[in-house]
């Protein structure tokens, strides 16, 4: 098998969308780092499955809402692999509840997991990508984050944060050869959604114009071609079946 050059970090990959990523970007021959928290067996068995066929991926424990855990996960992947080509930000928990019910515990929770570590990892990533003059950053924001989601604020807040800050940081780094993108997906199954009662998912696939739910592999196909592409940055993608559409 031949190994690609480029070197991947996934945030939040034991599980889901990540874990969904990581599979089809190690499956491609690229040099996965597989990030985890709290997963470590998941993380454990999705390491030795794919080296058992051939795959190259390693996996880092770090809590990605600490500056300082982010800090080792970046120093790593440059000891293990030399550098980092793709960074994808993809970790993060959801949330749901009334906005009169929110307590600043819940609010604070959201904004420090799901959007300060997407500040902490990729600026500790953009000091060595501007270095090298080539990068590419990829962020897992959510179709709640283009038209907002009830009951969900906090978490359609960070989102909608994580799209302003992928277009503004893509005109800055462009220059250095860096591109920044974010993919806004649909509703998904994953565990995240576990939450949504099978009623009201069924309600949901008929919004659908495409008439079903989206699977994480949807996603990783998004995320991999934003890997190998070229020309794009600065740009909000949204597989969600057409049940958005801007």
């Not at 040099?31 to 454990?44: F, G, H, P, R």
């Amino acid at each position: 098998m031949i190994i690609m050059s480029k070197n991947i970090i996934v945030t939040g990959g034991s599980r889901g969308i990540g874990e969904a990523i990581v599979r089809m970007l190690a499956e491609s021959g690229y040099n996965v780092i597989l990030n985890y928290n709290k997963s470590e067996d998941l993380a454990n068995n999705i390491k030795e499955e794919l080296k058992n066929k051939g795959y190259n991926i390693e996996i880092f424990k770090a809590d990605v809402s600490k500056r300082e855990e982010c800090k080792k996960l970046v120093d790593y992947s440059i000891e293990k692999f030399g550098n980092i080509d793709v960074l994808i930000n993809n970790a993060g928990i959801s949330q749901i509840k009334m906005f009169t019910d929110l307590t600043d515990d819940d609010w604070n929770n959201m904004i420090q997991t799901n959007l300060n570590s997407v500040f902490y990892m990729t600026q500790e990533v953009a000091h060595h990508m501007i270095k090298q003059h080539n990068g590419n950053i990829i962020n897992i924001s959510s179709v709640w984050g283009l038209v907002g989601g009830s009951c969900e604020v906090h978490y359609s807040t960070v989102k909608a944060a994580i799209n302003g800050f992928t277009k503004a940081l893509a005109k800055e780094l462009g220059p250095s050869n860096i591109k920044v993108n974010a993919i806004a997906p649909g509703i998904i199954n994953t565990d995240m959604n576990k939450e949504i009662d099978k009623e009201d998912m069924e309600n949901l696939k008929n919004e659908i114009p495409l008439g079903k739910i989206g699977q994480p592999t949807d996603i990783a196909r998004c995320a991999k071609w934003l890997v190998e592409d070229e020309f794009t940055t600065g740009q909000i993608i949204s597989p969600n079946g057409g049940w958005v559409i801007i």
